[in-house]
């Protein structure tokens, strides 16, 4: 069952989504050679007591850190501990917070002084799936226009998506109805509703689209080990158009 927000609802959903955007935003920037994943997942902490929030991962099914750090063939779910970032990294940082009641889920991929133009050209194409699957999130569109959005932009650039992992309704709860999958025909499923709320996020794969969880049972990365990006915004359908609420 799809949950419909009310005004009341979205003005929380604003508040946690404020919230998760400016923690995002503080990590990535924080994101440079010589400092550990675990270094951003203490400042990410910090800063989420500093705003009165909590992180919505931190025991979310035993997951150990309030935010997670995939780099390069990690795809997502890192978790932050020793390593350290290097030149040439792709890192993406991911950041859910619970806030007056509701959750905030967003995340971006930034790269470390990285001079391979199809790394590059990864992680752009993969923020523009992004915004093409925000395009389709207003009301009359049905689900699987986001989900198309995304696999046809990021094929058209050469690169395959990820099938195992999906975004996902988002409000009270993380995760919600529906699934919302990153790849697919367009035209098909609910149609969408002003008042619905979506974290949409490509997870996009230089190389095959396969993934595998490492022995942590958390860290996904490419079965290819090759490079991976994701992004994510949390977004109320509206009726012309949606309102990213992690922005
Ligand atoms: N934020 C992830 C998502 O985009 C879920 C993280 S799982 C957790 O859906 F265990 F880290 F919380
Ligand atoms: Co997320
Ligand atoms: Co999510």
């Known amino acids: 069952m799809i949950i419909v927000k009310t005004a009341v609802d979205l003005e929380g959903m604003r508040a946690s989504g404020y919230v998760a955007a400016r923690v995002r935003d503080a990590v990535a920037s924080s994101v440079m050679p010589g400092v550990t994943t675990e270094e951003l997942a203490e400042y990410a902490a910090e ?18 850190s309030p935010i997670c750090v995939s780099v390069n063939e990690g795809v997502v779910h890192g978790i932050p501990g020793r390593r350290r970032i290097e030149v040439g990294d792709v890192v993406s940082i991911d950041v859910g917070i619970r806030h007056c009641g509701y959750v905030g889920d967003t995340a971006t991929t930034v790269m470390v002084s990285v001079r391979d133009a199809r790394v590059a050209e990864l992680v752009k194409t993969t923020e523009r799936c992004l915004w093409a699957a925000i395009e389709q999130a207003r009301e009359g569109r ?106």
């Open 142 to 247: 049905r689900l699987s226009d986001i989900s198309h959005a995304i696999q046809s932009t990021a094929e058209a650039g050469g690169f395959s998506v990820v099938r195992e992992f999906v975004g996902h309704g988002i409000g009270r709860e993380m995760h919600e109805d529906p699934q919302v999958p990153n790849f697919g025909r367009p035209g098909c499923g609910p149609v969408l509703v002003a008042g619905m709320t979506f974290a949409i996020e490509p997870m996009v794969n230089m190389g095959g689209p396969e993934v595998e969880v490492l022995g942590d049972g958390w860290t996904v990365v490419t079965k290819d080990r090759k490079y991976s990006a994701h992004f994510e915004h949390t977004v109320a359908v509206g009726k012309d158009r949606a309102e990213v609420l992690t922005l």
């Open 47 to 64: 800063m989420i007591k500093g705003f009165g929030a909590e992180s919505a991962f931190l025991g979310y099914k035993g997951y150990p």
